[in-house]
């Protein structure tokens, strides 16, 4: 089966004033028809800039795809016109992002805000739109929806606001939908009705989905397939299931221990990575993550070692993982 | 037990929502609305709640940073309302606290230095440059930073390293007692684990007591002895961690602990979960009877009807349900 979407050798950089830094670092990942995929990494590992590239939003003139392939139904989104792009944004690929606020219109009605892209990608009538906007609130859980067009975004709690942006996403049927950080601004309890929400709605309407998220719970529960990112660069691609049960990279296993678990006996003390998160002006020459790594050996610091495959469909970029492996064993 | 540092009585605090078109009441926000509690010395309280429940407000009121409606907040042994500015300004001293974004709370334009420098000369806490610069460099070796640090300005540093500042800050008070209001929930993973053993640290090699204030059961679980679990404005269970998390009374309780998502698929894909169903009314208008019935998944007709107490239903684990 071929790819829904395959980004290739995807190279992403942004102008700033400490020099150029390279969010993402040529990354190579896909996702297949209707399933759930995760980009797992701190704060600057470039996931959010990953989704921004494959929407083509990346903002300009700092920011730059470098070079890479992005292909979406076998067609290279970066070779399309802005034209061409504009039917893909939201019609083909639909986006949730973390802070629904900032991303809703505030001074226009939710009715309009939903209705506005079915006119438009979908050709609809006002009237067919409006009965598609009512459908989708109730799709998502807003109760009274036809009421509830004709009010702001400021009426509407931060749950609310969410279900609304998953109803703008699912508006024109897309293939695929982007969710950078869905939950993140959400309470305990809204969160796990949101994540329930989304996982229901993506396997009854067959809609692939990228999960961007630096929570390991999340992932755990709701992707198929786990992508972990470190300082622009993917260092280890693994199923759920095989990535939990065996990390093959030291800054995986460190992150799973790092986490106090509620499944788990108290421990005495938890055992974070040393050290400080990379700064992307002043990376090392080698691995990026060698300063905190406790595996770390000379050559980590010679060459950033190349992703390669540990398992069947399990990869890992490290010079050491045999011997992650043994001392996992012992 | 050891003795009792800080005891909240009643604590209520009540925000009258601004003066609405031509001076119509906007109403009252119930942000806390009769909490009791007690810290003992050395001791570590976990006070956990989805945002609107009252937790930050209930660290302010005890650091005197709002006044409260009513109730008291007794300090090592005093009284906070009894005190006049002056007087109170010294018991202050040793409560300090500690923000959820370091970033915010740290001024952009002093060194590391000049910040830290700052409540040791208000204070006086030691005199003389020399002794002072010795003392900063203390502070800073204390929070696992260098003493070149000093030189530094918060921008210069990473979040997790800003994070460190900040505890200094607090410790260069001597405390006895420190508010830690989501101290790691702005810092990335791999770096919250570096500021909890910190922190631990710490209290073990201060004798320090903590009111840490999060939205993160899994981490309170981690650094607490007790817990406290607040619900719009109300305290709806307190118990020893242990007892919490292994036999939670209350419906909230249980459905926040089953909310919370495990970093292991396998066990994900078998877990059963209880989702609340609504949103967390507001805290302007909060449900009559129980605060929780209409989320509640055992409601029953009483408990939109009478208020359920906090009572002792096992030593030391109390609940504030009609069913528990």
Avoid at chain 1, 195 to 215: S, W
Avoid at chain 2, 199 to 205: C, G, K
Avoid at chain 2, 238 to 244: F, I
């Amino acid at each position: 089966m071929a790819a829904l979407l395959e980004v290739k050798n995807l190279r992403t950089t942004f102008q700033t004033s400490g020099g150029v830094v390279r969010a993402v670092d040529g990354v190579s990942w896909d996702i297949q028809e209707g399933e759930t995929v995760a980009l797992v990494g701190e704060s600057g590992c470039g996931k959010s800039v990953s989704a921004l590239s494959i929407m083509r939003l990346v903002a300009e003139p700092a920011g730059r795809i470098e070079s890479g392939e992005i292909l979406y139904k076998g067609r290279d989104l970066l070779k399309l016109s802005e034209e061409q792009m504009r039917g893909v944004r939201g019609r083909e690929i639909g986006m949730i992002f973390q802070e629904p606020m900032t991303s809703l219109n505030p001074v226009l009605t939710i009715g309009r805000q939903l209705t506005e892209g079915l006119e438009i990608h979908m050709q609809m009538s006002p009237h067919d739109a409006r009965a598609r906007a009512v459908e989708l609130l109730g799709m998502v859980g807003i109760p009274d929806p036809a009421r509830r067009l004709a009010q702001y975004p400021h009426h509407f709690s931060g749950g609310m606001r969410q279900r609304m942006m998953i109803a703008m996403a699912l508006a024109c049927n897309p293939s695929l939908i982007l969710a950078d950080e869905p939950t993140t601004a959400l309470d305990v309890t809204i969160q796990a009705q949101i994540l329930e929400l989304m996982k229901d709605l993506a396997q009854r309407l067959g809609v692939a989905m990228l999960i961007i998220t630096h929570n390991l719970g999340v992932v755990a529960r709701y992707a198929d397939r786990v992508n972990v990112m470190y300082a622009g660069r993917i260092i280890e691609q693994a199923s759920a299931a095989e990535l939990y049960a065996n990390p093959r990279h030291p800054y995986t296993l460190g992150l799973l221990r790092s986490v106090p678990r509620l499944d788990e006996p108290r421990r005495a003390r938890l055992a974070p990575i040393e050290g400080q998160p990379p700064d992307l002006t002043r990376l090392p020459a080698g691995c990026a993550f060698s300063p905190r790594c406790s595996f770390r050996v000379e050559r980590c610091a010679e060459a950033a070692p190349p992703l390669i495959a540990v398992d069947a469909a399990h990869t890992s970029a490290c010079w050491e993982c045999e011997r992650l492996v043994k001392a996992e064993a012992a | 037990m050891s003795e009792v540092l800080l005891e909240v009585r009643d604590l209520v605090k009540h925000f009258p929502v601004g003066a609405g078109f031509l001076g119509r009441s906007g109403g009252t926000v119930r942000a806390v609305d009769g909490v009791s509690f007690s810290l003992h010395r050395g001791e570590t309280l976990g006070l956990v709640g989805e945002s609107g429940c009252g937790k930050t407000t209930t660290g302010r009121c005890i650091l005197q940073l709002e006044q409260p409606t009513s109730g008291q907040i007794v300090f090592e042994g005093t009284d906070l309302a009894t005190h006049s500015e002056k007087q109170l300004r010294d018991l202050r001293r040793h409560m300090q606290v500690i923000f959820q974004d370091p970033y915010s709370s740290l001024n952009p334009r002093m060194t590391i230095g000049e910040i830290l420098a700052e409540p040791i000369k208000v204070h006086r806490l030691v005199s003389g440059k020399a002794a002072r610069e010795k003392r900063i460099e203390e502070l800073l070796t204390q929070v696992g930073l260098l003493p070149q640090h000093a030189q530094r300005y918060p921008h210069q540093l990473s979040g997790g390293q800003r994070q460190r500042v900040g505890i200094a800050r607090a410790l260069a008070m001597e405390p006895s007692l420190i508010i830690c209001d989501e101290p790691v929930s702005a810092l990335d993973v791999s770096i919250q684990a570096q500021i909890i053993n910190l922190l631990e640290e710490l209290q073990s090699r201060l004798g320090l007591t903590y009111l840490f204030i999060a939205h993160d059961l899994s981490v309170v679980r981690h650094i607490s002895d007790r817990v406290v679990v607040m619900y719009l404005g109300k305290i709806v269970e307190v118990a020893d961690r242990q007892a919490l998390y292994e036999a939670p009374v209350h419906p909230y309780t249980r459905a926040l602990l089953s909310a919370v998502p495990i970093p292991d698929p396998k066990l994900e894909a078998t877990r059963e979960r209880t989702v609340l169903r609504g949103e967390i009314p507001s805290a302007l208008t909060p449900p009559g009877g129980c605060v929780f019935h209409p989320r509640c998944p055992i409601a029953e007709a009483r408990c939109s009807a009478e208020i359920p107490l906090l009572r002792e239903i096992q030593p030391g684990h109390w609940g504030a349900c009609h069913l528990a």
